[in-house]
């Protein structure tokens, strides 16, 4: 067990009282739903550490780079893990010749893979970066592809390096190291994501992931679409394992949030029953690979977990008219209403909620009650709490080292806020305590969706509105800016737009909960066993079409 450390919502010192005493703050912004802060550049990190340690902001939640006709820009998106309506945006300005800015990776863990993307994209260089390199693309690229005056018609030459021991200098290892490469088509790594781990005997002394194998420029194509009907069909891509309305709502609600668009309650509660399916599409996906990495249990509990899948799939497609892609939401609401016969729709899905329990039951005795799934998975993959906050961790991952963090709650969007259910923590902080969180969550959400069922069900007839008045073409003032994220299957799933005044956005960062938790694993698998290794990796239930985008 791990000691989980809570300061609750006890009163911290206010953010303007804190930065009225630095000299690096230079000016102040006003983004949509949370006030910013410009910042030197040379100023980062102490600003940042001031921010953390004095004001609470304990989550760097996203950092989103971006240019501009005359300069270059970081913005390091704060908020609160036991508060996070209360947000802040530290708005780090550079020159466009000279882009040089301090890194925020000695105060927040999490900025190290985050100012690597940026540096890879954009070319913005940190000083002071603990690993200052690519992180998508290869080490010989040249250019960066998000900058304006890239040259997407030049040739590039990418040469094969031979790997290279990480601890190579370190003579405290000797000399029986080896260096294993795993992935990047592995069936445990769950697609296509390269690990290399540097092994001393059996016993796990470096562990490095390598991304950016299917690295699809979804953010680039988000940009070229219109905000009213081109965007919304993407969301669905970067989870392909079955959170893809969790991420529509993710679009919806921060393109909602910048052109002031009200949902209809009635569309409120379709969206909040269609996602709860739709994270159990994914969790189910996660508990059953997870068997077939950690005990080989693919005749029971992987055929089970797949047959589950299949019910609900039925259920969504009946809804949306899709099996997997689903393109449901829309700015203002949802593309329609329940299936004709409703009678017949809603008591498909009560069966289905009626036939769970004793499959979760089920489920517990192949797995949670397994002593070789035990043997395996107790007391392997540790992170600590605040090692899980210092890199971003969010989601089952976060909630499985006790942290008590979600957004349905802390931040309410949709019906959340009007039903009864509760947010699943467990304190085992290792690789058991996530496998529990998951499957608890199956329960937590299928009561849930009954809830909304029984809503639908008495919901008169002329209130059934689905789809607000939303203007043909939306144009967002320009300048307008805003993070908003919603409680994807894996995590915090946020989106970053900013408006230029068009039917486009100028930039539109995503950021997905898998980067963030996967960026914590060598954390947890240093000075673990190879064979843990596996457990710890399938623990974390990463889709790589969020982490490379």
Same mark, same amino acid.
């Given at each position: 067990?791990?000691?989980?450390?809570?300061?609750?919502?006890?009163?911290?010192?206010?953010?303007?009282?804190?930065?009225?005493?630095?000299?690096?703050?230079?000016?102040?912004?006003?983004?949509?739903?949370?006030?910013?802060?410009?910042?030197?550049?040379?100023?980062?990190?102490?600003?940042?550490?001031?921010?953390?340690?004095?004001?609470?902001?304990?989550?760097?939640?996203?950092?989103?780079?971006?240019?501009?006709?005359?300069?270059?820009?970081?913005?390091?998106?704060?908020?609160?893990?036991?508060?996070?309506?209360?947000?802040?945006?530290?708005?780090?300005?550079?020159?466009?010749?000279?882009?040089?800015?301090?890194?925020?990776?000695?105060?927040?863990?999490?900025?190290?893979?985050?100012? *690597?993307?940026?540096? !890879? @994209?954009?070319? %913005? /260089?940190?000083?002071?970066?603990?690993?200052?390199? $690519?992180?998508?693309?290869? &080490?010989?690229?040249?250019?960066?592809?998000?900058?304006?005056?890239?040259?997407?018609?030049?040739?590039?030459?990418?040469?094969?390096?031979?790997?290279?021991?990480?601890?190579?200098?370190?003579?405290?290892?000797?000399?029986?190291?080896?260096?294993?490469?795993?992935?990047?088509?592995?069936?445990?790594?769950?697609?296509?994501?390269?690990?290399?781990?540097?092994?001393?005997?059996?016993?796990?002394?470096?562990?490095?992931?390598?991304?950016?194998?299917?690295?699809?420029?979804?953010?680039?194509?988000?940009?070229?679409?219109?905000?009213?009907?081109?965007?919304?069909?993407?969301?669905?891509?970067?989870?392909?394992?079955?959170?893809?309305?969790?991420?529509?709502?993710?679009?919806? *609600?921060?393109?909602? !949030? @910048?052109?002031? %668009? /009200?949902?209809?309650?009635?569309?409120?509660?379709? $969206?909040?029953?269609?996602? &709860?399916?739709?994270?159990?599409?994914?969790?189910?996906?996660?508990?059953?690979?997870?068997?077939?990495?950690?005990?080989?249990?693919?005749?029971?509990?992987?055929?089970?977990?797949?047959?589950?899948?299949?019910?609900?799939?039925?259920?969504?497609?009946?809804?949306?008219?899709?099996?997997?892609?689903?393109?449901?939401?829309?700015?203002?609401?949802?593309?329609?209403?329940?299936?004709?016969?409703?009678?017949?729709?809603?008591?498909?899905?009560?069966?289905?909620?009626?036939?769970?329990?004793?499959?979760?039951?089920?489920?517990?005795?192949?797995?949670?009650?397994?002593?070789?799934?035990?043997?395996?998975?107790?007391?392997?993959?540790?992170?600590?709490?605040?090692?899980?906050?210092?890199?971003?961790?969010?989601?089952?991952?976060?909630?499985?080292?006790?942290?008590?963090?979600?957004? $349905?709650?802390?931040?309410?969007?949709?019906?959340?806020?009007?039903?009864?259910?509760?947010?699943?923590?467990?304190?085992?902080?290792?690789?058991?305590?996530?496998?529990?969180?998951?499957?608890?969550?199956?329960?937590?959400?299928?009561?849930?969706?009954?809830?909304?069922?029984?809503?639908?069900?008495?919901?008169?007839?002329?209130?059934?509105?689905?789809?607000?008045?939303?203007?043909?073409?939306?144009?967002?003032?320009?300048?307008?800016?805003?993070?908003?994220?919603?409680?994807?299957?894996?995590?915090?799933?946020?989106?970053?737009?900013?408006?230029?005044?068009?039917?486009?956005?100028?930039?539109?960062?995503?950021?997905?909960?898998?980067?963030?938790?996967?960026?914590?694993?060598?954390?947890?698998?240093?000075?673990?066993?190879?064979?843990?290794?596996?457990?710890?990796?399938?623990?974390?239930?990463?889709?790589?079409?969020?982490?490379?985008?």
């Amino acid at each position: 067990m791990c000691a989980v450390q809570r300061t609750g919502r006890e009163r911290r010192a206010d953010w303007e009282t804190v930065v009225e005493d630095l000299d690096g703050v230079i000016d102040r912004e006003t983004h949509e739903n949370a006030p910013g802060v410009v910042v030197r550049a040379d100023a980062v990190a102490a600003v940042l550490e001031a921010l953390r340690d004095s004001a609470g902001f304990d989550h760097c939640a996203c950092v989103t780079g971006q240019e501009y006709d005359d300069r270059f820009e970081t913005i390091y998106h704060l908020r609160r893990y036991d508060e996070p309506t209360r947000e802040l945006s530290v708005v780090v300005p550079t020159s466009a010749e000279n882009p040089v800015s301090q890194s925020g990776a000695s105060v927040y863990e999490t900025a190290d893979w985050h100012e *690597r993307e940026i540096y !890879d @994209l954009l070319g %913005i /260089e940190y000083e002071g970066h603990p690993d200052l390199r $690519r992180i998508l693309l290869p &080490e010989t690229w040249q250019g960066h592809p998000l900058r304006e005056g890239y040259d997407q018609t030049q040739s590039q030459v990418v040469t094969h390096r031979e790997n290279v021991n990480p601890i190579a200098d370190d003579h405290q290892q000797g000399p029986d190291t080896m260096l294993l490469n795993i992935g990047p088509h592995h069936p445990a790594t769950h697609g296509v994501l390269h690990v290399q781990l540097t092994l001393d005997g059996e016993t796990v002394v470096d562990a490095e992931p390598d991304i950016g194998y299917i690295h699809r420029c979804e953010e680039q194509m988000c940009q070229q679409g219109t905000y009213r009907h081109q965007i919304m069909p993407y969301p669905d891509r970067w989870d392909w394992g079955g959170g893809g309305l969790l991420n529509e709502w993710a679009y919806a *609600r921060t393109a909602e !949030d @910048l052109a002031d %668009i /009200e949902v209809p309650e009635y569309a409120q509660v379709l $969206r909040t029953m269609s996602a &709860e399916l739709s994270r159990m599409l994914s969790h189910f996906l996660a508990v059953g690979a997870y068997a077939l990495d950690v005990i080989g249990d693919f005749t029971a509990t992987f055929m089970y977990a797949i047959e589950d899948r299949e019910r609900i799939q039925s259920l969504l497609e009946d809804l949306t008219g899709q099996r997997l892609m689903f393109n449901y939401f829309r700015l203002g609401g949802v593309a329609w209403d329940l299936p004709q016969p409703r009678d017949a729709f809603l008591e498909s899905v009560r069966e289905f909620l009626a036939y769970l329990p004793d499959r979760l039951a089920e489920y517990h005795d192949l797995l949670s009650a397994n002593e070789i799934l035990q043997l395996r998975t107790l007391d392997t993959g540790h992170l600590d709490p605040n090692v899980a906050k210092s890199y971003g961790v969010t989601g089952p991952v976060a909630r499985g080292s006790g942290i008590d963090y979600d957004l $349905r709650r802390d931040d309410p969007y949709g019906y959340y806020d009007e039903l009864d259910w509760s947010v699943v923590t467990e304190d085992g902080c290792d690789n058991y305590a996530r496998l529990l969180v998951r499957m608890r969550e199956l329960e937590e959400s299928a009561s849930i969706v009954a809830q909304c069922v029984d809503l639908l069900e008495d919901w008169p007839a002329e209130d059934r509105t689905i789809q607000s008045n939303v203007p043909r073409t939306v144009r967002p003032e320009p300048d307008a800016e805003t993070y908003r994220a919603v409680e994807a299957a894996k995590g915090e799933l946020g989106i970053y737009i900013r408006s230029d005044g068009t039917d486009s956005p100028a930039r539109f960062k995503i950021r997905g909960p898998s980067f963030s938790n996967l960026q914590a694993l060598p954390e947890m698998a240093t000075g673990e066993y190879i064979a843990d290794f596996i457990a710890t990796l399938g623990s974390l239930d990463t889709i790589m079409g969020e982490v490379d985008r």
